[in-house]
């Protein structure tokens, strides 16, 4: 039987992911990337081409290395847990080389037009007609995969300042700003407190005469290292505690980060206080914000209600003078006008099951990686939905009926809206170990703790204490990696080892003793069996 033909659209860090995940699958990829080189959001240049998210030179990740590093490839232990993005993109380059990935890229290659065969309610497969050169050219290809995420076009409105029109001085989108030098001395507004506004605001309070950070709701920051100088992520995504999350209610969950996070600094005397509580909007990453407003470099207003030639009017109405420069750090919108009808999307929202495959398509051979946003990195989530979505594929895993999934999207969005604050910026909203662990049941690679606890209780500790890195859904088969277990028990290791450049006699690890987490699941075990018997006995 013939190879099956996946065109893979993108070749970003979904877009590579998914060019394996075929691979392992015994599926034939061709990826099409509009640009010549690989990386996508990552990869900084001075002029980026058109609708792609472009990123400042400056930028460093939010998520740390273990957290975002693909399930079978451990990024390398003296890389810095927080990696600038050339790190990054190394780190991907590393990962195309060593999977011979680059030579299923074609590059400087757009995709035109994406439609149904004319056969496709009994084969399923599609026409591509992509250009190279201005050469145009047509193909069939029995699965698509769509990687082009959710970074695409920035998100500009400008309606919702009046008075924009009319102002004098330079307007621009967050995606333009490479650099503050030539901002030096001048009076600067940026407008959104979301982690592109703030690294923006801190950066120019260096060189800039006065920034001003505008903000229509506040937001809760968070710094990018927790206790004991850990990586805040590896600290808190976890299964132990997402299993407390389970078990206390929202509004304890809400009170105790909200009290640990003014501990910090006060977020109502510093002007940052939103009036959603903690759980019911994505967090702002920024270790330096605090100290920039404290001096005074930062100065935090309230949303703009308009524009003058030369000022900004606030919604408390104060009034700042000479403004000379205003930076929208407004977000992004994403569209995919290579499909046409195939998946529309209707402000910012497009229903897919599981945040992947379109519900009403007669075959299930189209899907979209990466089109999701989890408190989490998005890498370890593309590569999961890649090995799902090749099973499906190459027919190994089924779906639902349509209207199961179309039941199944409504569902998730309405627990969505119930918590979250109405924004076009969560409408692809997830909670990532959930998420995960729901994709990996579909996949069939979920880890089984149960088994692990009876049969290898060294790793169950690490598995359900320590962070939820990718590695945990390399531990069986179907695309079990051998070296996931090892890699799970030293990423401690990895994470404590590019700190160490002054080596102390009298380091001692801090993790709790093996003991102690073997004592605290015995508790937990038998506190779920004492207030919670359904759990172990389900109706």
Known sequence: MAQKRVAVIGAGVCGLSSIKCCLDEGLEPTCFERSGDIGGLWRFEENPEESRASIYKSVIINTSKEMMCFSDFPIPADFPNYMHHSKVMEYFRMYAEHFDLLKYIRFKTTVVSVTKRLDFSTTGQWDIVTETEGKQESAVFDGIMVCTGHHTDAHLPLDSFPGIENFKGRY???????????????????????????????????????????????????????????????????????????????????????????????????????????????????????????????????????????????????????????????????????????????????SLYKFVFPP?????????????????????????????VTRVFKGLNGLPSASDMVADIAQKREEMAKRYVKSQRYTIQADYIPYMDEVACLAGVKPKLLSLFLMDPKLAVKVFFGPCTSYQYRLRSPGKWDGARKAILTQRERIIKPLKTRVLDDYTDALVPYYIQIFLIVALVAVTFAYFPWSFFPL
Request: hydrophobic content about 40%.
């Open 360 to 388: 009403q398509l007669e075959k299930p051979t189209l899907a979209f990686i990466g089109l999701i946003q989890a408190l989490g990195a998005v890498m370890p989530i593309a590569e999961l939905q890649g090995r799902w």
């Open 172 to 350: 621009f989108h967050s995606r333009d700003y490479k650099k503050p030098q030539e901002f030096s001395g001048k009076r600067v507004i940026v407008i959104g407190l979301g982690n592109s506004g703030t690294d923006l605001a801190v950066e120019l309070s260096h060189t800039a005469d006065q920034v001003f950070l505008s903000t229509k709701r506040g937001a809760w920051i968070l710094g990018r290292i927790g206790e004991e100088g850990y990586p805040m992520d590896t600290i808190y995504v976890t299964r132990y505690m997402e299993f407390l999350r389970l078990i206390v209610p929202l509004s304890l969950l809400n009170y105790f980060a909200e009290k640990k996070l003014n501990a910090k600094f006060n977020h109502a005397i510093y002007g940052l206080q939103p009036v959603h509580r903690f759980f019911s909007q994505h967090p702002t990453f920024n270790d330096d914000l605090p100290n920039r407003i404290i001096s005074g470099k930062v100065l935090v207003k309230p949303n703009i209600r308009e524009f003058t030639e030369t000022s900004a009017i606030f919604e408390d109405g104060t009034r700042e003078e000479n403004i000379d420069v205003v930076v929208f750090a407004t977000g992004y919108s994403f569209s995919f006008p290579f499909l046409g009808d195939c998946a529309k999307v209707v402000k910012n929202q497009v």
